[in-house]
């Protein structure tokens, strides 16, 4: 009998506002009523539709209005005439505190004009800082209101995703002994070929997982099965395995390796991605700025794709590193807005590892449940030591 799961949340009938952290989005309100989890996509959990406006709000564009001190007239006009200079035209309904996503200066959006520039303005006018998200451009800085040089630089060139082809990477379609390698972990064929997941040409056993970014190959991470090493692609853009699942999807699941992704696409849900380079050590003292986010960085070249989902469910693996993972990623998305998953006990003393090693222990029927009834991540938190 098809069962219909539902999750309980701690207080009924009442709003709740969301609020990302480093990323931004516009505020939204969650209803506390939960309706069921579907297989091909989690359902909708927000009553409210994005506004099309390219403003980004953030935690720090919402504060008490009336406690904010004047603006020191002097230091706007200096900021707004250093950031004409910039080629970026400074609305006059700019509001400080907030995220702006206008057209790029120095790209021009590309082919398609799209509004990658994201600008920001301090709320005391002391600078603006900026990025462009395009793959191809990446031009970041700050500028400020006094005399202090200004910081204007792109980022490192990547490889063009048509520069690089599974010709040039030496990929060849699946062989026997990976497709065997993969059926002992339950993952089937068609769920292979869905992701693109190819394997190295020669003679030793090397799964290729191909990163892709609508549809062009802009990374590659290689396993090989006898020594079970890892290694990426060099010079490529950091982004989430399995970015194009996520097009516009409302609610996002992440996972901590490639194959935690198509474990979780075993289990009936597509709308999921796993990180490009596994979990840190432990969590992280203070929160990086954008620019020096290095090891989180996949996350702000993606971050256009993330501040659609008004619900994040974190399916990281269950040890030490896994937390801090998890931490660091709900720090960065907005708690608010996250669940986890709770993976359950293999015994007295361990829990099962991850999303491939339930699919294979105890069949996809029990992690899709386990996905289902993930809880929101402070009560998740609570259930648990960090």
């Excluded at 949340?9 to 609020?19: E, G, V």
């Excluded at 200004?150 to 040039?168: D, L, V």
């Excluded at 060099?234 to 699942?245: I, M």
């Excluded at 992690?367 to 030591?385: C, F, G």
Aim: aromatic share 10%.
């Amino acid at each position: 009998m098809k069962m219909r799961m539902r999750m309980s949340l701690s207080i009924d009938s009442i709003l709740r506002p969301i609020n990302t952290a480093l990323f931004s989005s516009n505020p939204c309100f969650l209803t506390t009523t939960t309706p069921a989890l579907s297989p091909t996509g989690i359902t909708k959990l927000c009553s409210h539709s994005f506004s099309n406006s390219t403003n980004l709000h953030t935690q720090s564009a919402l504060p008490n209005r009336a406690k904010l001190e004047p603006f020191d007239e002097g230091k706007v006009s200096v900021l707004k005439q250093k950031i004409e200079l910039l080629g970026v035209s400074c609305n006059h309904s700019w509001v400080p505190g907030r995220y702006y996503n206008i057209l790029c200066p120095k790209c021009n959006g590309g082919q398609s004009m799209e509004r990658s520039l994201s600008f920001h303005i301090v709320l005391n006018w002391e600078f603006a800082m900026w990025r462009c998200f395009r793959f191809d451009c990446g031009w970041a800085g700050r500028v400020f209101s006094d005399d202090r040089e200004a910081e204007n630089r792109a980022e490192r060139k990547f490889k063009s995703p048509r520069e690089s082809t599974e010709k040039s990477l030496g990929l060849v379609p699946l062989g026997a002994g990976v497709i065997a390698y993969f059926r002992e972990r339950m993952i089937s064929e068609e769920t292979l070929h869905r992701n693109s997941v190819m394997q190295l040409s020669g003679n030793k056993l090397v799964i290729a997982f191909t990163y892709r970014r609508n549809g062009f190959l802009v990374g590659c991470k290689y396993r090989a099965i006898e020594k079970r090493r890892f290694w990426q692609m060099k010079d490529t853009e950091k982004v989430l395995y399995g970015l194009d699942d996520i097009i516009d999807a409302s609610e996002i699941i992440i996972v901590e390796g490639e194959l935690d992704k198509l474990s979780v696409e075993e289990a009936g849900f597509y709308n999921c991605v796993s990180v490009p380079g596994g979990a840190p050590g432990k969590i992280s003292h203070t929160l990086p700025s954008s620019e020096k986010d290095v090891a989180f960085q996949y996350l702000w070249n993606d971050k256009r794709y993330l501040d659609k989902a008004s619900r994040i469910i974190l399916a990281t693996d269950s040890d030490t590193p896994g937390r801090a993972l998890a931490e660091e990623l709900a720090r960065r998305l907005g708690k608010d807005r996250c669940w986890q998953v709770s993976w359950p006990k293999k015994d007295e003393h361990s829990c099962y590892k991850d999303a491939n090693e339930v699919l294979i222990y105890l069949g996809p029927s029990a992690l899709k449940n386990l996905i289902v009834s993930a809880k929101p991540y402070h009560k998740s938190m609570d259930d648990q030591e960090v």
